[in-house]
């Protein structure tokens, strides 16, 4: 049997999606491996399908209790013969496992590595008689000092080499820097590895930011709408978990608390709650998360900013897994970073402590941006993408700016008559004026002490972290960050540079991600008939077919196990198990409405979610501001009706412009498209700021928008 076919056979996908196929090849041909894919890429199965189709035993060393059997679930489902050892069993079931593994009847088995090497129950030298034919590490980075999440009982791998030298190992992590990477590969002793790293830009994740102002209201208004979504909300204390669960229950919401604090029962209890759709949100400390593999949370939120990137991209990684539009809600005060501060010195450690201080600014720095979120997330893991990705809060949102020249060169002189030797706070409390004893007697003699008391504290801060962000200032890093000057600071302060700060914002609708068109009576048929089958079987739902799966049923109606077998998600095993019992639904809704299957119009390649080129398609607010305009309505009427800019909607507009469906006259004089387009094709088009200075005030931000977006269209057609 080939990769493809056992893909078809077991999971039910007809191609492999990111590096899957190399890195599987890889395992086939006896050779180690290092995999970072982003939290639901499908790493699990470069290590499940060569199980598959190795002769033997498959080893995979997992944190977790509750994954493992999370996924000796999912994989008896489809089929494969799979197992784990861990304190959750009694001695009978541990005895009949040893039998299990004895006579060859156990494709894949999970156990943690104290389990292994373990002075208690060290199964290595029993594990060392059977045909071990693979090893799998799950949460590699637990290994490293340098990862988010390092766990010291994963030390214990480092003689895995020792006792199973010609075994290929395959480690995979989905957070990983490259100080991290070369820890990993150094403590595991790899063969001469290969390093797979798949894209971590999970384009159906849309990513918020919103500075703290009363967060529990904040977070009401925004679950008021998902009810009967998943969902997870970190806290960062374990008294904050079950206090805000408890005023989530008090305002009708299915929520239960999750922390290291409570009982393994409780913590059990609640977690298998979630897993089962029974409750409905999990209100956690990190100790909760790793490696829960349920597909269909919809958003994750954080009430306090995490303490490093890795940690934050993975646990926002635990939304949509099934590929369909989810969100990413991190609430944001200045004030949890000095909190965190204590949390990431490491005693008498001060390199580490060092790392972890830089991690947390790189973490406060994200909290504070000004451009793209998934940009700046997926450069910090050495990933190329496009400045703008269209659907963070910061695409979304229209930037008015003004002129902050004086305001700029007053922080500046400030830093620079401090001998920038101080940090942001102090250089805040020098500039208004502070009376405070902090403020040395010698500087409250300078000339600059007390030239910004006209503006407020907050205003300064925010002016401060700008500073750094446009690179006039910079940030010298140390358990106590000092503010340093720059190459760019001088023409500043000569006043041959000009500064622009942030005025106020306008916040657009979120473009939804791409999804299907389903059927929404059908589709919650068919969540109560998975429900009712996971109950009898006793695993979660999404273990008998995931929410994507589901959709794509709602939506191409199948009225045949051939049809069915079109549909992603449905394998061989699945299909003999569960066909009928999903048809029967659909053949009942489509009698009932009159509809006929759709299947024809799916397309024959088997995907997780319909590739869509998002360009040739407007968006639900680009289409209702051109419907408004072709109803005879101006643009700043438009405007006032949509609670939005003009800007906003002259860039609506400028799709449409570059599509050559609108008119460029509708929107841009013909007079002054020739100034327009002289200018872009001087200084050229990645920023409109520049372009407005040169044209000046006759000439708006959308007419430049849309004059770029005709000179696009005309030269689509030239080629």
Same mark, same amino acid.
């Given at each position: 049997?080939?990769?493809?076919? #056992?893909?078809?056979?077991?999971?039910?996908?007809?191609?492999?999606?990111?590096?899957?196929?190399?890195?599987?090849?890889?395992?086939?041909?006896?050779?180690?491996?290092?995999?970072?894919?982003?939290?639901?890429?499908?790493?699990?199965?470069?290590?499940?399908?060569?199980?598959?189709?190795?002769? *033997?035993?498959?080893?995979?060393?997992?944190?977790?209790? #509750?994954?493992?059997?999370?996924? $000796?679930?999912?994989?008896?489902?489809?089929?494969?013969?799979?197992?784990?050892?861990?304190?959750?069993?009694?001695?009978?079931?541990?005895?009949?496992?040893?039998?299990?593994?004895?006579?060859?009847?156990?494709?894949?088995?999970?156990?943690?590595?104290?389990?292994?090497?373990?002075?208690?129950?060290?199964?290595?030298?029993?594990?060392?008689?059977?045909?071990?034919?693979?090893?799998?590490?799950?949460?590699?980075?637990?290994?490293?000092?340098?990862?988010?999440?390092?766990?010291?009982?994963?030390?214990?791998?480092? *003689?895995?080499?020792?006792?199973?030298?010609?075994?290929?190992?395959?480690?995979?992590?989905?957070?990983?820097?490259?100080?991290?990477?070369?820890?990993?590969?150094?403590?595991?002793?790899?063969?001469?590895?290969?390093?797979?790293?798949?894209?971590?830009?999970? *384009?159906?994740?849309?990513?918020?930011?919103?500075?703290?102002?009363?967060?529990?209201?904040?977070?009401?208004?925004?679950? @008021?709408?998902?009810?009967?979504?998943?969902?997870?909300?970190?806290?960062?204390?374990?008294?904050?978990?079950?206090?805000?669960?408890? @005023?989530?229950?008090?305002?009708?919401?299915?929520?239960?608390?999750?922390?290291?604090?409570?009982?393994?029962?409780? !913590?059990?209890?609640?977690?298998?709650?979630?897993?089962?759709?029974?409750? !409905?949100?999990?209100?956690?400390?990190?100790?909760?998360?790793?490696?829960?593999?349920?597909?269909?949370?919809?958003?994750?939120?954080?009430?306090?900013?995490?303490?490093?990137?890795?940690?934050?991209?993975?646990?926002?990684?635990?939304?949509?897994?099934?590929?369909?539009?989810?969100?990413?809600?991190?609430?944001?005060?200045?004030?949890? $970073?000095?909190?965190?501060?204590?949390?990431?010195?490491?005693?008498?450690?001060?390199?580490?402590?060092?790392?972890?201080?830089?991690?947390?600014?790189?973490?406060?720095?994200?909290?504070?941006?000004?451009?793209?979120?998934?940009?700046?997330?997926?450069?910090?893991?050495?990933?190329?993408?496009?400045?703008?990705?269209?659907?963070? @809060?910061?695409?979304?949102?229209?930037?008015?700016?003004?002129?902050?020249?004086?305001?700029?060169?007053?922080?500046?002189?400030?830093?620079?008559?401090?001998?920038?030797?101080?940090?942001?706070?102090?250089?805040?409390?020098?500039?208004?004026?502070?009376?405070?004893? !902090?403020?040395?007697?010698?500087? !409250?003699?300078?000339?600059?002490?007390?030239?910004?008391?006209?503006?407020?504290?907050?205003?300064?801060?925010?002016?401060?972290?700008?500073?750094?962000?446009?690179?006039?200032?910079?940030?010298?890093?140390?358990?106590?960050?000092?503010?340093?000057?720059?190459?760019?600071?001088?023409?500043?302060?000569?006043?041959?540079?000009?500064?622009?700060?942030?005025? %106020?914002?306008?916040?657009?609708?979120?473009?939804?991600?791409?999804?299907?068109?389903?059927?929404?009576?059908?589709?919650?048929?068919?969540?109560?008939?998975?429900? @009712?089958?996971? %109950?009898?079987?006793?695993?979660?739902?999404?273990?008998?077919?995931?929410?994507?799966?589901?959709?794509?049923?709602?939506?191409?109606?199948?009225?045949?196990?051939?049809?069915?077998?079109?549909?992603?998600?449905? *394998?061989?095993?699945?299909?003999?198990?569960?066909?009928?019992?999903?048809?029967?639904?659909?053949?009942?809704?489509?009698?009932?409405?009159?509809?006929?299957?759709?299947?024809?119009?799916?397309?024959? +390649?088997?995907?997780?979610?319909?590739?869509?080129?998002?360009?040739?398609?407007?968006?639900?607010?680009?289409?209702?501001?051109?419907?408004?305009?072709?109803?005879?309505?101006?643009?700043?009427?438009?405007?006032?009706?949509?609670?939005?800019?003009?800007?906003?909607?002259?860039?609506?507009? %400028?799709?449409?412009?570059? +599509?050559?469906?609108?008119?460029?006259?509708?929107?841009?004089? +013909?007079?002054?498209?020739?100034?327009?387009?002289?200018?872009?094709?001087?200084?050229?088009?990645?920023?409109?700021?520049?372009?407005?200075?040169?044209?000046?005030?006759?000439?708006?931000?959308?007419?430049?928008?849309?004059?770029?977006?005709?000179?696009?269209?005309?030269?689509?057609?030239?080629?």
């Amino acid at each position: 049997m080939t990769p493809t076919q #056992a893909l078809q056979k077991y999971f039910g996908y007809s191609e492999f999606r990111h590096q899957q196929g190399a890195i599987i090849q890889h395992v086939l041909d006896n050779k180690d491996v290092l995999v970072l894919m982003p939290t639901g890429g499908g790493k699990s199965l470069c290590y499940q399908l060569p199980a598959v189709l190795l002769d *033997g035993l498959t080893i995979v060393i997992s944190p977790l209790i #509750a994954l493992m059997k999370d996924q $000796v679930d999912a994989l008896n489902v489809n089929g494969i013969a799979a197992g784990f050892y861990n304190s959750s069993q009694s001695p009978n079931e541990q005895a009949d496992l040893m039998r299990r593994l004895q006579n060859n009847e156990i494709k894949l088995l999970y156990l943690a590595p104290e389990r292994l090497f373990g002075s208690e129950n060290k199964l290595v030298e029993f594990l060392k008689q059977l045909p071990v034919v693979q090893i799998a590490i799950d949460e590699a980075h637990c290994i490293s000092h340098w990862g988010h999440d390092f766990r010291p009982e994963y030390l214990m791998l480092a *003689g895995l080499k020792d006792y199973f030298p010609n075994i290929p190992v395959i480690a995979l992590t989905a957070t990983a820097d490259k100080l991290t990477q070369k820890d990993i590969l150094e403590k595991l002793n790899l063969h001469d590895p290969a390093v797979f790293i798949s894209s971590f830009n999970r *384009g159906n994740i849309s990513y918020t930011v919103s500075p703290k102002k009363n967060s529990f209201n904040q977070l009401l208004a925004f679950l @008021d709408e998902r009810k009967d979504e998943s969902g997870i909300i970190y806290c960062l204390s374990r008294k904050s978990t079950e206090s805000l669960a408890a @005023d989530l229950r008090e305002e009708g919401f299915s929520a239960e608390a999750y922390h290291a604090g409570l009982s393994n029962d409780i !913590k059990a209890r609640n977690q298998e709650a979630f897993l089962r759709d029974d409750v !409905k949100i999990i209100v956690a400390t990190i100790a909760f998360g790793m490696g829960i593999n349920k597909s269909n949370v919809r958003y994750v939120v954080h009430m306090d900013m995490p303490k490093n990137i890795e940690g934050y991209y993975q646990e926002t990684g635990r939304a949509g897994r099934d590929g369909l539009a989810s969100a990413a809600i991190l609430y944001y005060s200045p004030g949890d $970073v000095m909190k965190l501060k204590e949390f990431a010195r490491v005693e008498n450690n001060p390199e580490q402590s060092r790392i972890m201080l830089k991690k947390l600014d790189d973490m406060a720095g994200y909290c504070q941006l000004q451009t793209c979120r998934r940009h700046y997330l997926l450069k910090y893991f050495d990933e190329e993408s496009p400045a703008t990705c269209g659907s963070c @809060d910061v695409c979304l949102t229209e930037f008015e700016r003004f002129d902050g020249t004086l305001i700029a060169q007053k922080a500046l002189s400030a830093v620079a008559r401090l001998k920038e030797r101080f940090g942001a706070g102090y250089v805040v409390e020098f500039l208004r004026g502070s009376k405070s004893e !902090k403020i040395r007697e010698e500087h !409250k003699q300078l000339k600059t002490y007390g030239i910004g008391a006209d503006i407020s504290k907050t205003d300064w801060q925010r002016y401060m972290r700008e500073l750094v962000q446009q690179k006039y200032l910079r940030v010298e890093e140390g358990e106590y960050p000092i503010i340093k000057l720059t190459e760019l600071s001088e023409a500043v302060l000569k006043g041959l540079q000009k500064v622009e700060f942030i005025k %106020a914002q306008i916040v657009e609708e979120h473009h939804e991600f791409a999804q299907l068109a389903y059927e929404t009576e059908l589709f919650n048929d068919l969540k109560l008939l998975r429900r @009712d089958i996971a %109950a009898n079987e006793n695993v979660p739902p999404y273990v008998i077919l995931s929410d994507a799966t589901l959709v794509e049923i709602a939506t191409y109606l199948p009225l045949s196990m051939d049809d069915l077998r079109l549909i992603s998600g449905f *394998g061989d095993v699945k299909l003999a198990r569960y066909g009928r019992e999903f048809l029967a639904p659909v053949k009942i809704y489509c009698a009932k409405k009159g509809l006929s299957s759709k299947i024809k119009e799916k397309k024959p +390649k088997r995907e997780r979610k319909p590739k869509v080129d998002k360009s040739e398609k407007p968006n639900a607010t680009q289409k209702e501001s051109f419907d408004l305009y072709q109803a005879g309505i101006g643009i700043i009427e438009i405007a006032s009706l949509r609670k939005l800019s003009p800007m906003t909607i002259e860039g609506h507009l %400028a799709w449409y412009i570059e +599509k050559g469906i609108l008119d460029i006259e509708a929107v841009v004089t +013909k007079d002054k498209i020739p100034t327009i387009k002289d200018a872009v094709e001087s200084y050229g088009d990645d920023k409109l700021s520049p372009l407005k200075e040169i044209l000046g005030d006759n000439y708006s931000y959308g007419e430049i928008k849309a004059v770029i977006s005709w000179m696009k269209k005309e030269a689509q057609q030239t080629k």
